[in-house]
């Protein structure tokens, strides 16, 4: 989290497009693994009768959260540092909950390493689904805001035509 607050951050203090790119890929990592943090821990405190519900409940409210996150880009001129500092406050809120519980860590038991090739052959479906699916996203995220801006869009269409594309 320390890591994701500072990469975010540093986009409001330095204007160069290598260095953004840096920090999207040290905030895009850190992101990854707080949510593998937060899912691991909801995988392990619940139990195999409510874990479905358990993180689809999880994964509405995230979602829910991206949306919302959208609709921020009309509260300050897109040019400025604002929205950065919005979600490093944003981003130390979530972190509370985590940081007050009394629950334990999640006990991890030792595992075995997987090679692609062997995930393939378990599930090559889920394997090529997942890797289209972040291809899909990645287009999406990275060329629609681009997209909407090109057809005409202005900041607070922008934000909705991505929202709709969450909701």
Known sequence: ASVAWIS???HSLIFDPLSWGLFRLISGFSFA??????ESWLNDQSQNEDRGKILSIYMAIN???FLIGQLFLNLAHPGG????????????????PIL?????FPSFNSYQPMRVSELYHNSPTALVGGICVGVAHG?????GPVYAF?????VSGVSIFMGV???
């Open 165 to 167: 594309f969450l909701l």
């Open 100 to 104: 007050v519980t009394a629950s334990p």
């Open 139 to 143: 287009c999406v995220w990275g060329l």
């Open 8 to 10: 975010i951050l540093g």
């Open 63 to 65: 979602h829910g959260g």
């Open 33 to 38: 693994g707080i949510f593998v943090v937060a």
């Open 150 to 154: 090109k057809s005409g869009f202005d």
């Open 81 to 96: 540092f604002t929205h950065f500092i919005l979600i490093s406050i944003l981003l130390s809120f979530a972190l509370i």
